[in-house]
Antibody, heavy 119, light 106 residues
Framework: QVQLQESGPGLVKPSETLSLTCAVSGYSISSGYYWGWIRQPPGKGLEWIASIYHSGNTHYNPSLKSRVTISMDTSRNQFSLRVSSVTAADTAVYFC????????????WGQGTLVTVSS | SYDLTQPPSVSVSPGQTASITCSGDTLGNRYASWYQQKPGQSPVLVIYHDNKRPSGIPERFSGSKSGNTATLTISGTQAMDEAEYHCQAWDSSTAVFGGGTKVTVL
């Protein structure tokens, strides 16, 4: 059974870059599936950020694309997210998740990690 | 941008049926998925491909779609079903979520 675990700093200063990693166990990310990031500001709904396939193919939320980079490290079986020039509006719980290849739903999620943007 | 609209809240008595709607332009041509999220937890997939239930999800959860509106139905609602429910679809390689519906079991 696949398990996903997010990690990264819980506090980031405004204008700096937020970096998160999702470690995957129970499945080799190089074998398939899309892998993605979704966030949820406190008290608000879910917002998809980006997804990446093992081939390196990526998709980004147009509203965040200019500040976001998703990448994959198959040797460590993990994928990562970077969000640059963060503001208080980027404060959220960040989830990593798995998306079956060619399909339209997220079937496994990490527990989420809270990132606060504050000086 | 593509939007999915859900009611902010739905109330239901134990044992009764709760229905949560999700509306969006051309949703009739897209697959809808539904997620259950309890406070402090990550979302759990309860319905995909409009009406398919993942293994381990109770039969009281069902999905349907009519025109551009998808509906999640919880039959014989239990106290443990109190949660936020999110619908989701894809538009041009972009995943879109609805605003979420808080289901309260009174």
């Amino acid at each position: 059974q696949v398990q996903l675990q997010e990690s990264g700093p819980g506090l980031v200063k405004p204008s700096e870059t937020l970096s998160l990693t999702c470690a995957v166990s129970g499945y080799s990310i190089s074998s398939g599936y899309y892998w993605g990031w979704i966030r949820q500001p406190p008290g608000k709904g879910l917002e998809w950020i980006a997804s990446i396939y093992h081939s390196g193919n990526t998709h980004y939320n147009p509203s965040l694309k200019s500040r976001v980079t998703i990448s994959m490290d198959t040797s460590r079986n993990q994928f990562s997210l970077r969000v640059s020039s963060v503001t208080a509006a980027d404060t959220a719980v960040y989830f990593c998740a798995r998306l079956p290849t060619g399909d339209y739903y997220f079937d496994s999620w990490g527990q989420g990690t809270l990132v606060t943007v504050s000086s | 941008s593509y939007d999915l609209t859900q009611p902010p809240s739905v109330s239901v008595s134990p044992g009764q049926t709760a229905s949560i709607t999700c509306s969006g332009d051309t949703l009739g041509n897209r697959y809808a998925s539904w997620y259950q999220q309890k406070p402090g937890q990550s979302p759990v997939l309860v319905i995909y491909h409009d009406n398919k239930r993942p293994s381990g999800i109770p039969e009281r959860f069902s999905g349907s779609k009519s025109g551009n509106t998808a509906t999640l139905t919880i039959s014989g609602t239990q106290a443990m079903d109190e949660a936020e429910y999110h619908c989701q679809a894809w538009d041009s390689s972009t995943a879109v979520f609805g605003g979420g519906t808080k289901v309260t079991v009174l």
